[in-house]
């Protein structure tokens, strides 16, 4: 049974039946005047097929069906409201304003006889005490006026991106004609590099070859030059050694040393006991070989400090120094140690050094040109006496395997500028330009938006930066991802992500949505979260008219 309200009476009924009258006759003046497509109250015409007053109204929903003089009857009968278009009795109904001569217009069915003029036509509010005067035609005029802007706008964009499809059309082929080329380029480049480093190889191996017999000399020389300073430094060494046994029994003993003021580390006018022992290591006395492996290196620094010939470092500390100890003519044992050790080293650095001729052969080429440009003739005379370094032979395979090397390096070069431009030509062929190639002209180009603090760049399918106005480095905003648009159209906003951390925070990234305009630009800019852009892009590209625009008018205007 429909009726549940505790009030529902003899009488209420009777004012329903005549509720239901009033409803008919209103719903057959609005059908008169309004259209010839019978519909009721809050009904669009692509909905009125749904209501067939001579029949049973079935809800949207399925779930029931009702007899049509119970539609608009200001109750709700079925659970999707559609039963109640024109009245405000289903929570979730929907009212339509027709608004003839301007456009339709889709309200909540609570706004109806609420007071409130919601339609310019006034149908909303068709039975309640609101003053609502029908203003459609001064909205639609100045609607239809902004509509023809944009429609001439849209047509002149569009215009506009055919002939930016047609170029990005034609640049994609021109593309693709380079990249064909560039493959037979490569396999050349291939060839040419392959046939180099083919002769480099034969010229280097006669090179090494007459080389071979040079590399032994010079191998003698640094080696005889090394055993020659080792045996110095035995023989210094064993004069120190002869020097410090004051009783020639062929040891040192640590109160021989104690004699010794050299060694006087902290420089308190005697040799303790300790300091003496450091140059022992674990041995209670040093015999010469002792002597050689272990007390020399330690004793070195000291006697060099006695005559001048070495200077302690100079340690950083965080009170002036007092005291003899504070003195820059003392040495501790660790400087001692280190001076030991960097010794050695010194003599493996100055035979490696040897080993680097090629470095040593230009840099003794550059002196010998500045030597050359600052001679008389005289001297350059005697210059060109002197014995050549290698014998003409070998000169002229020297210069041959400098020539293939040369060579071989120009073909690997010319190679990988080919490989590299292949790479770019390809990264671009697999970009997505739109659907007809409209926005591949933007490719290459960037386009800039300042506002009070900051200028920022937008390089489609690059990258977006933003620069502050009063000087700096760019910061990068995010580089060229995907297009992210509605499932429509998804050519209607891009992304660039990954761009530079923000401080303590995510990586920045820069939404672009995309207008239609006539020119290519960045019309505003706004960071509506944290590290995260939007720009407004009006381009061309996005502009497409629809046929029989500017003729198609509003639905039930």
């Known amino acids: 049974m429909r009726g549940s309200q505790s009030n529902r009476t003899v009488v209420f009924g009777c004012r329903k039946m005549y509720l239901h009258l009033f409803t008919f006759i209103l719903i057959e003046l609005h059908l008169s005047r309004s259209s010839e497509i019978l519909r009721p109250r809050g009904v669009s ?77 006034t149908s909303d509010e068709y039975v309640s005490q609101a003053t609502c005067v029908n203003n459609c035609n001064e909205l639609g005029k100045a609607a239809r006026v902004e509509a023809q802007k944009l429609a001439k706008l849209t047509k ?231 014995t050549p370094k290698y014998d003409e032979e070998t000169q002229q395979l020297i210069d041959e395997g400098s020539k293939a090397r040369s060579e071989f390096e120009e073909a690997d070069r010319a190679l990988r500028d080919v490989q590299r431009e292949i790479r770019q030509i390809q990264e671009s062929l697999d970009k997505d330009y739109g659907a007809e190639e409209e926005f591949a002209p933007l490719d290459g180009e960037c386009f800039e938006y300042t506002d009070l603090e900051y200028t920022y760049k937008l390089c489609p399918f690059d990258q977006v930066t933003q620069r502050p106005k009063s000087g700096g480095a760019d910061t990068r905003l995010g580089t060229w991802g995907n297009w992210i648009g509605p499932e429509d159209n998804k050519y209607l906003e891009m992304l660039y992500d990954k761009g530079q951390s923000c401080w303590n925070g995510p990586q920045r990234s820069t939404k672009v949505k995309m207008r239609c305009g006539t020119e290519n630009a960045v019309t505003s800019v706004s960071e509506p979260n944290r590290c995260e852009y939007v720009f407004e892009f009006v381009t061309p590209s996005v502009c497409q008219a629809v046929e029989g625009t500017e003729a198609q008018g509003h639905d039930e205007l």
């Open 45 to 121: 015409i692509s909905k009125a097929s749904l209501y067939v007053p001579d029949k049973d109204f079935t809800c949207f929903d399925g779930s029931r069906s009702i007899p049509f003089a119970h539609v608009n009857d200001d109750y709700c009968d079925c659970q999707d409201g559609s039963d109640e278009p024109g009245t405000p009795a289903c929570p979730n109904g929907t009212f339509h304003c027709t608004n003839a001569g301007h456009r339709p217009l889709n309200i909540p069915s609570s706004r109806v006889n609420d007071g409130i003029c919601d339609c310019c036509d």
């Open 156 to 386: 002149l964009g569009s215009e506009m991106r055919i002939q930016l499809s047609k170029k990005g059309k034609q640049l994609k082929q021109e593309k693709k004609e380079r990249l064909e080329q560039l493959e037979k380029d490569k396999e050349e480049a291939e060839g040419v590099k392959k046939e180099k480093e083919l002769l480099k190889t034969a010229a280097e191996e006669l090179e090494n070859k007459a080389l071979e017999k040079y590399r032994k000399i010079e191998e003698e020389v640094k080696q005889r030059q090394v055993e020659e300073e080792r045996k110095a430094s035995e023989q210094e060494a064993f004069e120190h050694f002869h020097r410090l046994d004051s009783n020639q029994d062929g040891k040192i003993d640590i109160s021989e040393l104690q004699t010794q003021q050299t060694f006087d580390q902290n420089k308190d006018g005697v040799v303790s006991e300790d300091e003496a022992k450091f140059f022992f290591d674990s041995h209670d006395e040093l015999t010469w070989e002792d002597f050689l492996a272990t007390g020399w290196p330690r004793m070195k620094p000291f006697l060099m400090l006695d005559k001048g010939l070495f200077k302690p470092p100079v340690r950083e500390t965080s009170e002036e120094p007092t005291g003899p100890q504070g003195g820059h003519d003392a040495i501790s044992q660790d400087d001692a140690a280190e001076f030991s050790s960097e010794g050695d080293e010194a003599e493996d650095k100055h035979y490696e050094e040897g080993q680097d001729g090629d470095l040593q052969e230009e840099e003794e080429e550059e002196e010998e040109e500045e030597e050359e440009e600052e001679t008389g003739p005289e001297e350059e005379a005697e210059k060109t006496e002197e």
